[in-house]
């Protein structure tokens, strides 16, 4: 992929750790704007510490992560987050004592203007009328799809210009994870750039525009998702 | 007993409640923000307290006379200077701690009370005696059957309401009270939100802070006296309150500075034996709470951390 686009998200040759030994290895890949680029791996092949380290969760210890033109890696998460990117993270997270109102509220927290932060929220429960229903009811006594949405309201508060977007489909019924990447079709349709970590190959691969494998912390495979989903690593990062 | 006695006991015992209430609201807000116990708040109450005289006395050796410009001074003074000593505790002794055991933070902030303690004992002119508070508020009471309700402990009072009111809304109906909230919650999720984490938490240690300043300053009104000693007490009280009320809770913070103070009201009038062995009534009755439920009087689904 050419990584001198301007507007991308690139990552070169970064090394992670929680302790001593990296989970991460010598990772690189780019987002391309206005594109879908997902992340394929079994569970533990370190997706969620490559959203971390892009975050500034659990800095990189070596490497590059550049957005924008700028560089993000040492950066403090608010800053990163300022960089116009949003993040859908694993398992939900949402606030469990705040309202749904609440949630989405804090989905836009660095927005200063309340009109903007209004017109927000009512393009959100538009996409989600389900939410406005329950818009005074606390987050935490939600169904889990519902929980889902209110992630999802969140991470489009934000208004972000780069959206990550870690196993939305984890813990979701099998009708509700083909809306859910229905949804994640339709964000990139606004021209937001969509970073996307999944296990599920099939159908993440049929709404990406490009697609990496990581295996045990390491980038083993990449290209267009016809491409990949014939590749032997693919295969064996799931099966082998 | 006649009514005049019971109302005075009554009106003590809510002072007392209201400067715990203040104490122990700090301990629980440091806790929801970082999980971590700071036991060198007590102490800032003393500094906020001795901070308050100071400006008094400076300002009577510039002949300034008006009890109200005095008045305003030492609050601002104890308040602003206190909020910025706390601000400046969590930056450079428990942020820095965080990936260490919260044994360490506490360990740590034990010493930093007992140097606070020191200082105010060294270094205060005479600091190591009890110091004359002045009485500022008006004197003035009103006598109900044999009751005399004092006008400057109404005042305090109110001050303490509006105080704890004015948290209230500022936690549950401000942007920078939904980020403290959300911290208490969920810190990386805060973070990932966007929400500064670490002007957060300076932002919660300087308001706690500043409600001990408050306490402090209280404290000295009410009892016309002030030593180095005093928040030691306030602290170990306000802790304790805070623990009964099931740490992490306002609500409870607040009510478990209230009924301790209950407990050594009903302790100095009820018992037998003399006034001398309420704060033991107290505390007792503290432990066998704190054996019969372990995490508090509010359980932490109920209450709304933070
Ligand atoms: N907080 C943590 N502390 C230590 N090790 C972790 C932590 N989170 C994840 N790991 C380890 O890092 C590796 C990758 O985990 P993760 O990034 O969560 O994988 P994935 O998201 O692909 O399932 C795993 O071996 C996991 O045990
Ligand atoms: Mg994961």
Known sequence: MNTNEPNALVVEKISTAYDKANVLENVSLTAAPGKITCLLGSNGSGKTTLIRSILGLTPPNKGVIRFRGLDLRGLPTHRVIAAGIACIPEGRRVFAKFSVEENLRMGAYQETSDAEVRERLVRVYTAFPRLSERRTQLAGTLSGGEQAMVSIGRGLMRAPKLLLVDEPSLGLAPILVQENFNIIRRIREQGITIFLVEQNVHQTLAISDYGYVLSKGRVVAEGKPADLSKTKEVHEAYFG | MDFGLFAQHTMNGLMLGMMYALVAVGFTLFFGVLDVIKFSHGDVLTVGAFTALATFVGLKSMGVASTTVELLAMLIAAIGAMAVLGAVIAKAFVLPLRAAPALNTLLITLMLGTVLREAVRLFYPDGANPKPFPRLLPAESVSIGNFNLRLDNTIMLAAGVLVIVGLQLMLNRTKL??????????????????????????????????????????????????????????????????????????????????????????????????????????????????????????????????
Request: charged share 10%.
């Open chain 2, 177 to 306: 009270g939904l980020a403290i909230r959300a911290v208490a919650q969920d810190e990386e999720t805060a973070k990932t939100m966007g929400v500064n984490f670490s002007a957060i938490v300076l932002i919660t240690f300087a308001i706690g802070s500043a409600l001990a300043a408050f306490a402090g300053l209280m404290n000295g009104l009410y009892y016309n006296e002030i030593n180095f000693g005093i928040g030691l007490y306030l602290g170990v009280v306000g802790f304790s309150a805070a623990i009964i009320g099931g740490l992490g809770s306002i609500y409870g913070a607040i009510l478990g500075g209230f009924m301790f103070a209950a407990l050594q009201t009903i302790g100095a009038v009820a018992l037998p034996f003399a006034s001398a062995y309420k704060d033991v009534f107290a505390f007792a009755v503290v432990i066998v709470l704190m054996a019969w439920r372990p995490t508090g009087l509010i359980p932490e689904k109920l209450s709304e951390r933070v």
